[in-house]
């Protein structure tokens, strides 16, 4: 029935056959959105949403949650939204992350659990890490004194904002060795082929998210059309599935080009918003 349903706006939205509301592209409390996936559920059905996915940073904790409580109620499809680590695109000449959209897989599939965990581990040790050196310089700071302004995940950005209110004549130089852990974090995040194969090997699909935005060192960045078809064309090797072509930020002209590029490349195309539930970033569904 998820196998179905997941392809089913594809089918419509390909045939032009009618509309539908769907949101494939959720974050909740479990990373860095600021609701609970039980209050989700009720704003969805509000919305007269008709299938949605909970896709959730580097976590696939929220997925029994999201199918319990939405039993009966609303179509669900499991899903993730992977960090990956930065890859060169020899093409482009650019290094920066993807991120990687999972859906319709068995989150209990043993590689992609302990994958998983293993990355959290590893984050969560750098960040006690940088905690330790700052103490260590006269800035003493502990991870868990420190505000997360997203959800639950901690970044490098809220280590560098408590810092400043904390300490307002901290140097530069302490500000540097907080960036400097950017590409420390970054190692820590599975490479675009890693989790892809996860995804896979899960039973799932692959859908690289938000095509024409990638990050570098976490910091959001703009492909041109040109270089999003470049990278494109780099990623498919790889057996990627499907690109996210509607998405709140996306223009209908760009909308349309971006699922021109699924028929051509006999991908799948989605529609998600993104939701985190914070102003700015609280479109709750996807008319398609």
Same mark, same amino acid.
């Given at each position: ?15 032009g056959i009618f509309k539908m509301k769907v949101n494939c592209h959720i974050h909740s409390l479990h990373s ?5 996936? $039980?209050? &989700? &559920? ?15 940073? !580097? ?12 039993? !009966?109620?609303? %179509? ?9 680590? $930065? ?64 959800? *639950?995940?901690? %970044? ?6 408590? &810092? ?13 060795? &907080? ?9 820590? *995040?599975?490479?675009?082929? %890693? ?26 960045? %703009? ?10 064309e780099y990623l498919i090797p790889f057996h990627l599935d499907g690109i996210e072509a509607f998405y709140p930020a996306f223009d209908n002209k760009t909308q349309t080009w971006?699922? $021109?590029?699924?028929?051509?490349? *006999? ?22």
């Open positions: 029935p998820a196998t179905s349903c997941f392809y089913k706006f594809y089918q419509y939205r390909k045939k860095d959105g600021i609701y609970e996936i $039980e209050e &989700i &559920i009720p704003m969805l059905m509000q919305e007269q949403v008709e299938v949605f996915s909970i896709t959730d940073h !580097d976590t696939v904790s929220g997925i029994h949650i999201a199918r319990e409580s939405s039993k !009966d109620k609303i %179509q669900f499809i499991s899903g993730i939204e992977f960090t990956c680590r $930065e890859l060169e695109i020899p093409s482009v000449r650019k290094t920066f992350s993807i991120h990687l959209l999972g859906y319709n897989f068995d989150e209990t599939t043993p590689s992609l659990v302990n994958a998983l965990k293993f990355r959290k581990q590893t984050a969560d040790g750098l960040f006690q890490e940088l905690c330790k050196e700052l103490t260590a310089f006269g800035y003493a700071v502990s991870k868990e004194e420190i505000p997360i302004s997203c959800g *639950n995940v901690l %970044q490098l950005c809220d280590i560098k904002n408590y &810092i400043r209110l904390k300490y307002p004549t901290a140097g530069s130089h302490v500000f540097d060795h &907080i960036d400097s852990y950017s590409a420390k974090l970054n190692r820590t *995040n599975l490479s675009f082929s %890693q989790a892809l194969s996860l995804i896979h090997d899960a039973g799932g699909k692959a859908v690289w998210a938000h095509p024409f935005y990638v990050y570098k060192d976490f910091e959001k960045m %703009q492909l041109t059309h040109q270089e999003v078809l470049a990278t494109l971006l699922v $021109e590029l699924t028929r051509k490349y *006999n991908l799948l195309f989605t529609a998600g918003s993104d939701f985190h539930g914070s102003k700015g970033r609280d479109l709750l569904s996807m008319e398609i």
